[in-house]
């Protein structure tokens, strides 16, 4: 009985090797910053928002779409993971934010909304998307 359970044991070890052999992990990040005195870089004056949306699209190999939604930590930062079959890792993905929730500063910014990248990254490796931004809805006075 002993050596046909170190052979189960064995065979699902093999197994479970093999389909991590077989996986690949892809990773986006980014930030979203308010964009205080809306002149389209980050400077002194701004802050990263937390709590906002940001919506990431994904082409794979196999043609299939795939669509994450993720929100901003208290940092302004947001990822989205996925562990997938090698075979169907993301070719192509299209991030752009959605929505700010703060109430000063939730007007898209001047920095283009939407980034399109290809992603060849290997496994385990992530990708960098350049900061969003939103403006306040008046610019203060000390910006001008």
């Not at 090797?17 to 980050?42: H, P």
């Not at 939604?69 to 070719?91: D, H, I």
Request: glycine share 6%.
């Amino acid at each position: 009985m002993a050596g046909f359970t170190r052979w189960v044991l064995m065979a699902l070890i093999t197994v479970q090797l093999f389909y991590v052999a077989m996986a690949w992990t892809g990773q986006i990040n980014g930030r979203v910053f308010c964009d205080v005195c809306a002149d389209g870089s980050m400077g002194p004056e701004d802050y990263f928002l937390e709590g906002a949306e940001v919506a990431v699209l994904c082409l794979t190999k196999s043609g299939e779409v795939l669509n994450y939604q993720a929100f901003t930590n208290s940092k302004g930062t947001f990822t989205v993971a996925e562990t997938m079959p090698e075979s169907n890792r993301w070719e192509m993905c299209l991030a752009r934010q959605i929505s700010s929730i703060h109430q000063y500063c939730n007007t898209l910014g001047d920095t283009v909304s939407a980034t399109k990248f290809s992603y060849s990254l290997s496994s385990g490796r992530s990708y960098m998307v350049r900061p969003f931004s939103y403006q306040p809805v008046k610019t203060p006075m000390y910006c001008r």
